[in-house]
């Protein structure tokens, strides 16, 4: 299916977005056993026009809120969470270049995306130090490797990072993934999220313009700057809650067609054990726990995003809280149901090919590279003295 209607009206985008997930779907176990890009759902991607879908109507894009974006990015996760991930990355990417650059440099990125069907990806990661910029008399040079370069592969715009020599200095920029020099490894080959391309890159003397220096404001400087971290966490909660949204969808469909009762419950059909109403009563209550603070903490980073510079640091804080428990209950909950989904599915769900191991395999790997523990010291630290959370690149 090739969906090429550029996307303006409202609701037009999750529209296409449930279509393409249909299609997304159909491949996802297979495309997990194999790893590598997604290339076909990139594509497809670029040709339904979501690419555009954060961008304002005035540089040709559909000008959506981050609900609206967070939706299409839920939407997809439900199928196949790598998609979900390149495509809520390339987002974050726009929004990085917004919030950290000057409109002299955003506004033709953003035309161009539009225009050309750009995907941005990300070899950002300020936690790898290993990439070290060198400055010149009208140019930078960046060198090294760097690591969790998710979606980089198949794009058209990277937004790196690099330590400048000397001073430490965290240094970002935005240039063509195509500039000589940049390497891009197919090395990513973890147990979940497969196909996110989350492997390295190597900078090998990179020329970076000054133009293309992110600095002004730059990352964390002002409270707008700070809602780049949120918009990230925010991000994963809801691929968290779309691939436990899917899990739910599939463990439903083995439950009704495939799954036999046990001999013990004395029933002729799965769906009359009580044990079994009694595990789906919960996933329920904890789906729409997540959903209704998913959406919640949504409407707040809508509320921040549209006050701009205007946006003041308690403001900010609020919505940090809001998404630290949403993604706390997304953490949870969506763990919990896709390990216990296989207790209502039924041993035939557990067949190698379905691979219905892969919602657990990569909610857990996204879960991983931001602990829990450490949300809820913040979030103990709001409830018991009401000190919001210190801005960081990664909260």
Known sequence: MSITT?????????????????????????????????????DAIR?????????????????????????????????????????AFHHLMLATVELFGRPQQW???????????????????????????????????????KSFCSGALDSEMLVISAIQHGSGKLVMAAVPTGRSGIRLHQDWNNIGQRQTDS??????????????????????????????????????TNIYLGIAEG?????????????????????????????????????WVGLESVRALTDKAGARLVEAWAKGDALTENERGEVA??????????????????????????????HAELRLDRHWRNLRTHTLHDPVDYKLKELGEWALVHTYPKPTFYS
């Not at 037009?12 to 297979?30: E, H, K, P, R, S």
């Not at 495939?258 to 996933?283: C, K, N």
């Not at 763990?335 to 209502?344: A, G, K």
């Open 107 to 145: 506004e033709p990125w953003h035309e161009k995306t539009t225009r050309l069907n750009w995907f941005w990806g990300n070899a950002l990661n300020p936690l790898d130090e290993r990439t070290v910029c060198r400055t010149f008399d009208h140019w930078l040079e960046f060198s090294g490797p």
């Open 47 to 87: 040709a339904s026009g979501l690419l555009g879908l954060s961008i304002a109507k005035q540089y040709g894009g559909a000008g959506a809120d981050w609900q609206e974006i967070l939706r299409v990015v839920r939407e997809f996760a439900k199928a196949d969470s790598s998609v979900a991930h390149v495509f």
């Open 321 to 350: 809280i809001s998404i630290a428990v949403a993604k706390i209950a997304a953490s949870r909950i969506g763990l919990d149901l896709t390990c216990r989904m296989f207790e209502v599915a039924g041993a035939r769900a557990t």
């Open 247 to 283: 899990a739910f969808d599939e463990a439903r469909h083995y439950t009704l067609h495939e799954a036999r009762p046990w001999r013990a419950a004395q029933v002729d059909h799965t769906y009359e054990d009580p044990y079994i109403l009694s595990h789906y009563g919960e996933f």
């Open 6 to 42: 550029p996307v303006y009206g409202p609701g037009d985008a999750l529209l296409i977005a449930q279509q393409l997930a249909q299609q997304f779907a159909a491949t996802a176990a297979a495309r997990d056993d194999q790893g590598g890009t997604p290339k076909a759902e990139r």
């Open 199 to 236: 492997g390295s890159v190597h900078f090998e003397q990179v020329r970076v313009e000054l133009n293309e220096i992110l600095d002004q404001p730059g990352p964390l400087s002002t409270p707008r700057s700070c809602l780049r971290p949120l918009i990230a966490q925010l991000i994963l």
